[in-house]
């Protein structure tokens, strides 16, 4: 989910420690294309943007309707950075055409602050790519990769705001790779040393816990099982899962930065622990209330209260560990543990997880978030996905999953996924999503025909109306995020779109800290309920008809809920169990 960068959903996933246990975006600086050959360093890798760092003004940059200008201020670095302001009909598209090697990797990357910001490439004679984030008060780096076609010779490189947003500023564009000719020199860093001291941990039937020491230089980590990568972290632990009971493996890990990959560890090997014999679930899933109350529990700290799971408010009826994290492998999922939290042990966690269980809680794995990107866009990648978030239910005790994915989806092999994932969960398994509200504008996005076609597994889909600017209603009109209209026009789009209404939820901050914009009163939240249910206290807006059924509310998060002492949850969460 997409929050504030100062203590938001934006701010959620910090750089982290970890416990063993479209819409495209043209480039402003801080774009970088990095050739990539897995494990070797390219000597010949350079900045192929012209102009990176906007110091000699706007030179080899184009920006739409004069939307663009070199500013002195605020600056990532040097003396210049653009600024770029979306008005009207013109979002403020600024590109530059960048000279590439056919069939050649890179990534691309840009600082940007402000408004939203997108960033993408197109032209590149394969698969063109986006990315964005919404509004942010600091500098932060947007990243995405690509490979040219056989007979691609340049590509754009372009950054974009929204529509009705704030201006967006840009810095430090770097296009890091095979040299096309042309642009700028910025070798890469050195690749890293081998890690040394790595150690298996805690076992259980189906993971093992890997711990290492963290090298100078090093941006992440590539774990090896048995002399296949299986997974990457960023820092210098990480939990493997999916392995089979009482079996015995061989684990390698290398280090990695934009130059590329250590040589590997010396091994370490692990045995798995014996399974205890067949038996029932000691903890199934409880069955959701008809109106439910949802909340999303940090992984992290990220200033907001830092909670262990059996702190959170007994008003949650459905609670998201957010979030899983994304590997080398396509599709797939693993969950770490962040030391942040400071539980003594994964066993520890999985016991609040089996005592929520208990007093009839739901706890479900988030995926995606702002910076947690899973691509599912093949047949391999569903069924990895699906292998792997059953793999984390079966070792944690998860209910089910919630998709977050905020960079794009392919609706077909997200269905393939999720069907496959239901099928070797079973009928109880909870299944949510959180889609942005330019998911959900119409049946036509890729989110709202996800939602569609597993609409007979779907348990609820909590929305996020906030962060998101002005948006159509059901009734064509432009409503205003921060009001009961915006919350009860928009969540009639799905009303009657074909989602029942026990299948909406309606997504808000827990308190003014916890997303950019568009938070809202609990009062406002209760009412927009009323109105969706009861046909009361409704604003300009008056749905044609009552939805009794309505599921509920949702929060970002029940971490910033804390801080605020409860009063998100106090407030909204009865009002939500005694909708008729």
Not at 272 to 299: C, F, I, R, S
Request: net charge neutral; with cysteine; proline share 5%.
């Amino acid at each position: 989910m997409t929050t504030a960068r100062g203590g938001g959903r934006g701010a959620r996933r910090p750089g982290r420690r970890l416990l063993g246990g479209g819409l495209a975006l043209a480039v402003g600086a801080g774009f970088a294309l990095v050739g990539a050959t897995a494990g070797t360093a390219q000597a010949a890798d350079v900045n192929n943007a012209k102009n990176p760092g906007f110091e000699t003004g706007l030179a080899d940059w184009s920006c739409s309707a004069g939307s663009g200008s070199a500013v002195s201020s605020p600056v990532r670095s040097g003396a210049s950075a653009l600024r770029a302001a979306p008005a009207g009909q013109d979002n403020a598209r600024c590109s530059q055409t960048v000279k590439v090697k056919p069939n050649s990797s890179y990534t691309l990357s840009a600082w940007v602050q402000g408004g939203y910001a997108y960033l993408g490439a197109t032209g590149t004679g394969t698969t063109d790519v986006s990315t964005w984030t919404p509004d942010s008060s600091g500098w932060k780096q947007l990243t995405t990769r690509f490979t040219t076609g056989a007979s691609a010779t340049a590509v754009t490189v372009y950054t974009h705001g929204w529509y009705g947003q704030a201006a967006y500023l840009v810095d430090d564009v770097s296009v890091l790779g095979p040299d096309g000719g042309g642009g700028s020199t910025d070798p890469e860093p050195g690749v890293p040393a081998a890690p040394a001291g790595l150690s298996a941990g805690t076992a259980t039937t189906s993971s093992i816990a890997l711990s290492w020491n963290a090298v100078s230089g090093a941006t992440g980590y590539h774990v090896y099982r048995d002399g296949a990568k299986v997974q990457s972290v960023s820092g210098a632990s990480a939990t493997v899962t999916g392995l089979a009971a009482d079996t015995a493996y061989s684990f390698q890990v290398t280090a990695a930065n934009a130059a590329g990959e250590s040589a590997r560890s010396a091994a370490v090997s692990a045995r798995t622990a014996k399974p205890n014999g067949p038996g029932p679930d000691p903890e199934p899933n409880p069955t959701v209330p008809k109106h439910a109350l949802t909340g999303y529990w940090q992984n992290f700290d990220n200033g907001a209260t830092v909670q262990k799971l059996r702190d959170v408010q007994a008003q949650y009826d459905i609670i998201a560990v957010s979030f899983a994290d994304s590997t080398a492998t396509p599709g797939q999922i693993v969950f770490n543990l962040d030391p942040a939290l400071r539980y003594s042990s994964v066993a520890e966690f999985k016991s609040d997880i089996a005592a929520k269980k208990q007093a009839g809680k739901s706890v479900i794995i988030s995926v995606g978030g702002e910076k947690g990107n899973v691509t599912i866009n093949s047949d391999a990648s569903a069924t990895a996905f699906a292998n792997s978030a059953y793999a984390l239910m079966q070792e944690y005790g998860f209910s089910g999953v919630d998709i977050d994915l905020e960079h794009g989806i392919n609706s077909t092999y997200l269905t393939k996924a999720l069907r496959q994932l239901s099928a070797k969960a079973g009928p109880n398994m909870v299944l949510t999503m959180a889609p942005q509200t330019i998911d959900m504008q119409n049946t036509g996005t890729e989110y709202f025909k996800t939602a569609l076609a597993v609409k007979d597994i779907l348990t609820v889909v909590n929305m996020q109306y906030y962060n998101s600017g002005s948006m159509l209603g059901c009734d064509g009109k432009v409503y205003s995020q921060g009001s009961v209209d915006f919350l009860t026009a928009l969540a009639c789009i799905q009303l009657e779109g074909g989602l029942a209404p026990s299948q909406v939820g309606l997504g808000v901050p827990a308190s003014t800290r916890g997303a950019g914009s568009g938070y809202v009163a609990p009062a406002i939240v209760n009412n927009a309920l009323d109105c969706l249910a009861r046909g009361i206290n409704c604003g300009q807006f008056k749905p044609s008809k009552t939805y009794p059924g309505l599921r509920g509310a949702m929060t970002w998060s029940t971490n910033w809920d804390a801080t605020a002492g409860n009063a998100w949850s106090n407030a909204v969460g009865p009002h939500v169990h005694n909708l008729p």
